[in-house]
T-cell receptor, first 116, second 113 residues
Framework: AQSVTQPDIHITVSEGASLELRCNYS??????LFWYVQSPGQGLQLLLK??????LVQGIKGFEAEFKRSQSSFNLRKPSVHWSDAAEYFC??????????????FGRGTQLTVWP | ETGVTQSPTHLIKTRGQQVTLRCSSQ?????VSWYQQALGQGPQFIFQ???????GRGNFPPRFSGLQFPNYSSELNVNALELDDSALYLC????????????FGPGTRLLVL
């Protein structure tokens, strides 16, 4: 069965520190992978996505993620966190229908707090 | 801003009532997906519509139903509301095809009393 695990429910970092949010997935076929961010009371904003090719993908706001097939992981990283990065982060695996995307399976999210 | 809009932003209903939520897709998109996000959880897939036909459904009962219109806007209808239906309902639009990406609206917060 398809699933996404985000092991860290809550992470606190100081502004300027580096960040890594973990994501592990279970999916039988080649996965389509996504990271979204959600600010309080808001919808989901796409940070980055992976379909194929280079396993290190760059996103918006200085975020990057690396796909590691052997570890079934797609961890999100940022070298220097800003106070405005405080939000909830969701990893998702997309249903691969061959040439189209089906449903997204989401993890439970990681809440990021940034100390000044 | 994704260009996906949802209405209303907030809604309060009582148990047993019916509710209709609306979603307007981003320009150029032909697919709409609906998700339910309970408090403290990740979004759960309800269903997807493509060219006015249901194109996949999650593990939700039949009292959750939807429509997609020729202009690709969409509605989510929930009958016989239950307390557990209280959640943020998210609509996502996409263009069906290679490297398809879902873009989300701001959501409708539903409270069932």
């Amino acid at each position: 069965a398809q699933s996404v695990t985000q092991p860290d429910i809550h992470i606190t970092v100081s502004e300027g520190a580096s960040l890594e949010l973990r994501c592990n997935y279970s999916y039988g076929a080649t996965p389509y992978l996504f990271w979204y961010v959600q600010s309080p009371g808001q919808g989901l904003q796409l940070l980055l996505k992976y379909f194929s090719g280079d396993t290190l993908v760059q996103g918006i706001k200085g975020f990057e993620a690396e796909f590691k097939r052997s570890q079934s992981s797609f961890n999100l990283r940022k070298p220097s966190v800003h106070w405005s990065d405080a939000a909830e982060y969701f990893c998702a695996v997309g249903e691969n229908r061959g040439s189209t995307l089906g449903r997204l399976y989401f993890g439970r999210g990681t809440q990021l707090t940034v100390w000044p | 801003e994704t260009g996906v809009t949802q209405s209303p932003t907030h809604l309060i209903k009582t148990r047993g009532q019916q509710v209709t939520l609306r979603c307007s897709s981003q320009s150029g998109h032909n697919t709409v997906s609906w998700y339910q996000q309970a408090l403290g959880q990740g979004p759960q897939f309800i269903f997807q519509y493509y060219r006015e036909e249901e194109n996949g459904r999650g593990n939700f009962p039949p009292r959750f139903s939807g429509l997609q219109f020729p202009n690709y806007s969409s509605e989510l209808n929930v009958n016989a509301l239950e307390l557990d239906d209280s959640a943020l309902y998210l609509c996502a639009s996409s263009y069906l095809g290679l490297q398809e990406t879902q873009y989300f609206g701001p959501g409708t917060r539903l409270l069932v009393l």
